[in-house]
């Protein structure tokens, strides 16, 4: 008995496409089960479809439009890149397969907020086809857009203004000059040559004057749940300046970020971008912040 797959003729092949996806009152147009939600939550308001005619973001199921676009176009230059969504970054991997017909994004909220990792040919990449959000139905019947998963960032302007704003906070970060220190043995960071040497020529001594503060960044994984093979990473950063025994205690850790669990170690540069940008501002101008001890006027 043959065992060879049966070769369905085009016309049957089209016929069972079309048996799975549904219809749109409204515009005539054919999707996926769970991407007509989506055009739905769109397009039907007050008992009423208002899509005369779907939007080329609706009828392409095989990618999503609006990515696609942006990488086609000749205008743009820019890789694609971390979006804020309400205050956070929704996330999605990267892919190198073109996509299939139930993986691919149609809403155009879906695709705004995308992220993919920096690569040297990102002219040449294909979107992932990475779903982002998902429709959510509430208590009261209505219904929303809700990510998949979010990367959570915490601006290190704020938590920085929020330690100075601790009564001693200042005072510590300044007692590092008062140490005792022997020829030849180093028992700390501010012993090495990093802290002794690191300026420009317009920022001699940077880390030796009043008021600036030496970061050090941490990235840890760990697993939340005992029987659950789920990982997530956490950001986080420590001010140098503080005395040894002061600089590790939980109330002066600044928590940066929160990475959730994407089935794998991921690059970090797309994570720590947000607090890069943040840290270009601090070198060229300055944070201006309010401290315990000028609660009012804001110090650079």
């Known amino acids: ?175 590092w000059r008062e140490r005792r220190h022997e020829t030849g043995m180093m028992t700390d960071v501010f012993g090495g040559k990093i802290w002794k040497e690191f300026h420009l020529s317009d920022k001699n001594n940077f880390l030796k004057s009043e008021k600036n503060y030496g970061i050090m960044l941490n990235l840890d994984w760990f697993q939340p749940y005992e029987h659950v093979r789920y990982f997530v990473g956490v950001m986080y950063a420590v001010v140098l300046n503080l005395p040894r025994e002061e600089r590790f205690k939980l109330k002066n850790v600044i928590l940066l970020g929160i990475i959730p669990d994407i089935g794998g170690e991921p690059p970090v540069q797309s994570f720590v971008a947000p607090l890069v940008d943040e840290l270009k501002v601090a070198w060229e101008r300055g944070f201006e912040l309010c401290s315990y001890e000028s609660p009012e006027i804001k110090l650079t």
Not at 23 to 51: A, D, I
Not at 132 to 155: A, H, I, N, R
Request: hydrophobic residues 25%; contains cysteine.
């Open 1 to 175: 008995m043959s065992s060879t797959k049966r070769h369905l003729s085009v016309p049957h092949q089209s016929y069972r496409n079309k048996q799975k996806k549904k219809l749109c009152p409204g515009c005539g147009e054919s999707f996926v089960p769970r991407y007509f939600e989506t055009h739905k939550l769109k397009n039907f308001q007050e008992n009423k479809w208002l899509c005369e005619k779907s939007s080329k973001n609706d009828s392409r199921d095989t990618v999503s439009a609006q990515v696609l676009d942006d990488l086609e176009s000749t205008d743009s230059n820019e890789p694609l890149g971390l979006h804020r969504r309400d205050g956070d970054f929704t996330l999605a991997e990267e892919g190198g397969d073109q996509p299939g017909e139930d993986d691919s994004p149609t809403d155009d909220l879906m695709t705004k907020s995308t992220l993919l990792f920096q690569w040297l040919y990102s002219r040449r990449r294909r979107p992932c086809g990475e779903l982002l959000l998902k429709v959510v139905k509430l208590s009261d019947g209505s219904k929303c857009l809700y990510p998949f998963k979010t990367y959570c960032y915490k601006s290190i302007e704020q938590s920085l203004e929020q330690l100075l704003r601790v009564p001693d906070f200042q005072r510590k970060c300044e007692k």
